[in-house]
């Protein structure tokens, strides 16, 4: 430490010279995580050199493979706002991801000022980054927990302090099936999480769509890097929402969801990348 460094106030010594490993212990700098590619993908900060030279490699398998990334984001407001709309006042959001530009609870306080938001992921760099956003939001929660623990979530005692089960809820699972194997029976806990809502409450779901030998490299590259990402079918996306009522315009790839403006000119592989829908639940 220099003399000057010596006379500052030990938080502005840790702000202006941060010792190596300043990250929480618990998160792993050397290998890629989920989260923090997705978030160097859509041009976040929260992410380390071995995040974005995956981003990087896994953008350009697709032609402006970034937009995948953006058109899923926009989906997820237009579809909280519709949400928020028809009275939806709170929301559990499963696999929420980095706090990023327009998060679920921004987007449904704008229509509802008291909506309430639990957030859940198993990325620990997710709670770390989300208390700091949140801490002054009384409405909303971050719950480190793994989906494949539907029990755990469901019981979660923060989840329940927040979230009144006898009211209608939004349930949102952007971008966070696909990273389910086949052998995780990724249909009958999507079924599991559905039971536990009350009629009026809608599921909004997007996931990876398969388009045959076309989304196959990324597919192998997803796996290779990051250990998860399986393409689906348009009919096995649907499915996921066995019993629901399906809110116009049904299932479709993200930037055909009640787009706001006019539609791309072209869809290429980077538009029909992702798709999904929301329904409502009887
Ligand atoms: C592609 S991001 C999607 C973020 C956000 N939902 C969106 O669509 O913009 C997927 C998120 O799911 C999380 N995730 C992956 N597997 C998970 C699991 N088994 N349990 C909880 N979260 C998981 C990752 O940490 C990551 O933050």
Redesign the pocket.
């Known amino acids: 430490m220099t003399q000057d460094d010596a006379n500052l106030h030990p938080l502005a010594r840790a702000i202006s010279n941060p010792p190596a490993g300043w990250e929480p212990k618990e998160i792993d700098v050397s290998t890629p ?3 923090r ?2 978030d160097a993908i ?1 041009g976040g900060k929260d992410n380390f050199p071995v995040d974005r030279a995956v981003a990087e490699e896994l953008v350009a398998f697709v032609p402006d493979g970034r937009a995948a ?1 953006i058109y ?2 926009a989906v ?1 407001g237009r579809g909280v706002r519709y949400l928020a709309e028809q009275g939806i006042r709170q929301f559990i ?6 706090p ?1 530009a327009r998060n679920t609870h921004q987007v449904a306080q704008e229509i509802i000022p008291d909506a309430r938001v639990a957030y ?4 620990p760099i ?1 709670l770390a980054h989300g208390r700091a956003l949140l801490a002054e939001n009384q409405y909303t929660t971050v719950i480190t ?5 539907p029990e755990e979530i469901l019981s979660h005692p923060d989840l329940r302090t927040l979230i009144d089960f006898d009211q209608p809820i939004g349930l ?5 099936i ?3 194997n086949d052998d995780e029976d990724p249909g009958s806990l999507v079924a599991r999480y559905r039971s536990a809502l009350v009629g009026g409450s809608y599921l909004f779901l ?1 996931h990876f769509v398969d388009h045959g030998e076309e989304t196959e490299e990324l597919q192998k590259a997803l796996l290779t890097d990051l250990g ?1 990402g399986r393409f689906r079918t348009m009919e096995e996306i649907a499915a996921y929402f066995d019993g629901l009522e399906l809110v116009e315009p049904g299932v479709v790839y993200n930037p055909l969801w009640r787009p706001d403006g006019p539609l791309p000119e072209t869809i290429r592989l980077t538009e029909k990348m992702i798709g999904g829908g929301i329904g409502r639940k009887p």
């Open positions: 995580s989920v989260a590619v997705y859509l990334a899923n984001r997820l959001d499963l696999g929420s991801g980095l990023t859940v992921d198993n990325d997710v927990a793994d989906v494949r623990q949102l699972m952007l971008g966070i696909h990273h389910l997007t998860t």
